[in-house]
């Protein structure tokens, strides 16, 4: 990549990045700020979120967004920072967050429609019961009009059964036993891939994640009242999916020697 200095032009597409040195205490409200504001806002006008990483000391943002021109960032840009929402929250973040560095950036291929860098992102999610057979849903902040099924994106190294404990119990305080897999879903626009477990409430008690959930709870659905909570078309077509579930393989196993680490068999909907 190349840097492209700021004010330079347009190009068709380009990149954005930003550094924020932060006070760990201020992570969840920096949080929070990102997914009911910033994100929305950039989504909404045609931006896209390439990454967004925060180091292992929780002192340091790295943030990076693609947009189509530089009118168009500065379009976004101008939204985000004249809103009285976005002014009081940085207001009362004081010098909670500071940004340290902004650049921007091109790609190095001579002609961009030539090719693409293909990415693909893998998320799970979960259809959890408990004893009196509700299911777990969870309201995110970014995604304010509906109810989910908890989950989020596998991190390097994980495998997917992984990914689905620790993302259930971050979002909601619960640990689960897993009953297999119900579906895969894949987003053609986004380039992400969902696959989602079926499983059953094992321990702990239901909260909030700070910063990332507004809501979360267990409540009866059935056909005829999913789309009271389920608002959006595809979590309620992979909730509809696991409630009659009929489980696939799934294996995760490490190469050269080969080497099982779990596997789930193929079983009809249990009882």
């Not at 999610?125 to 902040?141: A, H, M, P, Q, W």
Request: hydrophobic residues 30%; proline residues 3%.
């Amino acid at each position: 990549m190349w840097k492209l200095k700021e004010g330079e032009g347009e190009m068709k597409l380009f990149f954005k990045r930003n550094t924020y040195i932060i006070k760990p205490e201020g992570l969840n409200d920096i949080n929070k700020l990102f997914h009911t504001h910033v994100y929305p806002i950039h989504i909404k006008h045609g931006a896209k979120l390439i990454g967004r990483w925060v180091n292992g000391t929780n002192d340091e943002i790295l943030v990076i967004w693609k947009y189509s021109s530089m009118e168009h960032y500065e379009r976004i840009n101008s939204l985000i920072e004249n809103s009285e929402e976005y002014q009081s929250a940085m207001k009362e973040l004081g010098e909670s967050c500071t940004e340290t560095g902004k650049d921007f950036l091109s790609s190095t291929a001579p002609y961009p429609s030539a090719y693409h860098q293909h990415k693909h992102l893998l998320s799970v999610s979960g259809y959890i019961t408990n004893k009196d057979g509700e299911v777990l849903l969870v309201r995110n902040f970014h995604r304010s009009n509906t109810m989910e099924m908890p989950g989020g994106q596998v991190e390097e190294g994980e495998t997917l059964e992984e990914a689905i404990h620790r993302e259930v119990f971050e979002e909601t305080g619960i640990k689960v036993n897993l009953h297999g897999i119900t579906g895969i879903y894949q987003n053609v626009t986004s380039g992400v891939t969902c696959v989602v477990f079926r499983g059953e409430y094992q321990s702990g008690d239901v909260r909030i994640a700070e910063g990332e959930t507004s809501e979360v709870f267990f409540v009866k659905i059935t056909k005829e009242n999913i789309e009271q909570f389920i608002t959006r078309e595809q979590f309620r077509n992979r909730t509809l999916d696991a409630m009659d579930a009929n489980y696939i393989p799934y294996e995760a196993f490490k190469a050269r020697p080969y080497e099982l680490v779990s596997r789930f068999e193929v079983k009809k909907d249990y009882s």
